[in-house]
């Protein structure tokens, strides 16, 4: 499969779970975004990954923790979440030195 | 802080007319000006972009003025067609890290 990849595509998880999204890059871009996409706000950044190391994290809660174990990869864990963390979660990718961002297709969450 | 305002939230033209999308930033060390458009249940999709070292762009029925003085660019469509239908944001960059999108605007395209 080519572009960029998001598992699973629609989460509903309660306030006391963790669980985690996965996404995987596949055109050999070295940053990698998280994006939260909500009636409110409707694209805003959440953390960046630049050559594996977080470069921005905007001001995002501690019940969400990202981790980059390599170029390709990208997990948002999640973790005592509230109700207004329901949201489509997309991931993004870009090459160092091109701006443009490559989304991937994002997971619905629903926290009940 | 940094932030871009992104006008109107909604928009209705008829097929064949013209589509405006008028987007205002504060950032002055923004150099990167991209459109991404996203259907309904799509992902966003770049579009159109434009450096700050240029003014105007287009690509076909798209383009995209600058005004760094002014601080605003903007999205024309001409011809519309029912295809354009979708969610249009544009953003404001200046690094990979830093980037800020608008609102949204809603373009509908009526037959």
């Known amino acids: 499969e080519t572009g960029v990849t998001q598992t699973p595509r629609h989460l509903v998880m309660g306030m006391t779970n963790k669980k985690s999204l996965k996404c995987e890059q596949h055109?050999?871009?070295?940053?990698m975004y998280w994006y939260k996409q909500s009636a409110k706000k409707p694209l805003e950044l959440m953390f960046v990954?630049?050559?594996?190391?977080?470069?921005e994290n905007n001001s995002v809660p501690s019940r969400f923790s990202p981790e980059c174990p390599n170029s390709s990869h990208l997990f948002l864990h999640l973790h005592t979440l509230q109700p207004e963390d329901s949201a489509l979660y997309l991931c993004?990718?870009?090459?160092?030195?091109?701006?443009?961002?490559?989304f991937g297709p994002g997971t619905r969450l629903t926290v009940t | 802080g940094e932030n871009v305002e992104q006008h109107p939230s909604t928009l209705s033209v008829q097929e064949g007319d013209s589509a405006v999308i008028k987007c205002t930033y504060s950032?002055?060390?923004?150099?990167?000006f991209p459109w991404y458009k996203q259907e309904l249940g799509k992902r966003p999709q770049l579009i159109i972009d434009?450096?700050?070292?240029?003014g105007e762009k287009k690509d076909q029925r798209i383009a995209v003025t600058l005004n760094k003085t002014a601080k605003h660019f903007s999205l024309h469509i001409t011809e519309t067609q029912p295809e354009d239908s979708a969610v249009y944001f544009c953003a404001i960059q200046r690094a990979a890290s830093k980037i800020i999108f608008g609102s949204g605007t809603r373009l509908s395209i009526r037959p």
């Open positions: 993004a990718s870009s090459q160092d030195g091109d701006y443009e961002q490559y």
């Open positions: 950032d002055s060390a923004s150099n990167y």
């Open positions: 434009i450096r700050s070292n240029v």
């Open positions: 990954y630049s050559l594996e190391e977080r470069v």
């Open positions: 055109l050999g871009h070295n940053a």
